[in-house]
């Protein structure tokens, strides 16, 4: 069975204070690991999608990189329009069930000005 | 171009009521996702449409049914509506099965 765990579960940052999400994963055959971004009372918004080990992604000062058994989202110099849930989930080669994505539970990110 | 759309955005019911919620999308997505959120659970999905005219069942089935009334509608409906249904349930769409899912605006219900 799939798995993902995010963590923490919360972090609260000052403005300007650089810190990394983490999502630890295990998975029958990786195919794809996404990472959303959720504000309160919207649907996932889609920030990246990383394949394989070693692949990095940056968006804005996001920063997204993939180990065989975990992600991590790097947040530098964070602003408060940054607050949000971020939401990490994967996808498995094996999974005939539509390719279905199991979700973690998020990490609420809190930026203070 | 409105990506994924829900409606209702709230709706509140009695215990064994019935109602159907809607997701329409105009990206010329094959495939479509319906999902529920609840605290401490993360997203899990409920069914899912491959293609058209075919669906699935997800992760929680039990208490739905859908259909895909074409390419770009795929409803959701609860036939006798219980309390552990209360939740905020969420429409995606991907180009295919295998590629990245984006997410309506959800809808959250209640029920009594």
């Known amino acids: 069975e799939d798995q993902v765990t995010q963590s923490p579960e919360a972090l609260r940052l000052q403005e300007g204070e650089s810190s990394s999400l983490n999502c630890s994963y295990t998975?029958?055959?990786?195919?794809?690991l996404f990472w959303y971004r959720q504000d309160p009372g919207k649907g996932p918004e889609f920030l990246f999608t990383?394949?394989?080990a070693g692949e990095e992604k940056e968006k804005e000062r996001l920063k997204a990189t993939l180990t065989k058994k975990e992600s991590f989202l790097h947040i530098t110099a964070p602003k408060p329009e940054d607050s949000a849930t971020y939401l990490c989930?994967?996808?498995?080669?094996?999974?005939?069930?539509?390719?279905?994505?199991?979700f973690g539970g998020g990490t609420r990110l809190m930026v203070k000005p | 171009n409105a990506g994924v759309t829900q409606t209702p955005k709230f709706q509140v019911l009695k215990t064994g009521q019935s109602m159907t919620l809607q997701c329409a999308q105009d990206?010329?997505?094959?495939?479509m996702y319906w999902y529920r959120q609840d605290p401490g659970m993360g997203l899990r999905l409920i069914y899912y449409?491959?293609?058209?005219?075919?669906?699935d069942k997800g992760e929680v089935p039990n208490g739905y049914n859908v259909s895909r009334l074409n390419k770009r509608e795929f409803s959701l409906r609860l036939e006798s509506a219980a309390p552990s249904q209360t939740s905020v349930y969420f429409c995606?769409?991907?180009?295919?099965?295998?590629?990245?899912?984006?997410f309506g605006p959800g809808t959250r219900l209640t029920v009594l």
């Open positions: 998975v029958s055959g990786l195919r794809g």
């Open positions: 995606a769409s991907a180009i295919e099965s295998t590629d990245t899912q984006y």
């Open positions: 449409s491959a293609s058209e005219g075919t669906t």
């Open positions: 989930a994967v996808q498995a080669w094996w999974d005939n069930a539509g390719n279905m994505l199991t």
């Open positions: 990383l394949y394989s």
């Open positions: 990206m010329n997505h094959n495939s």
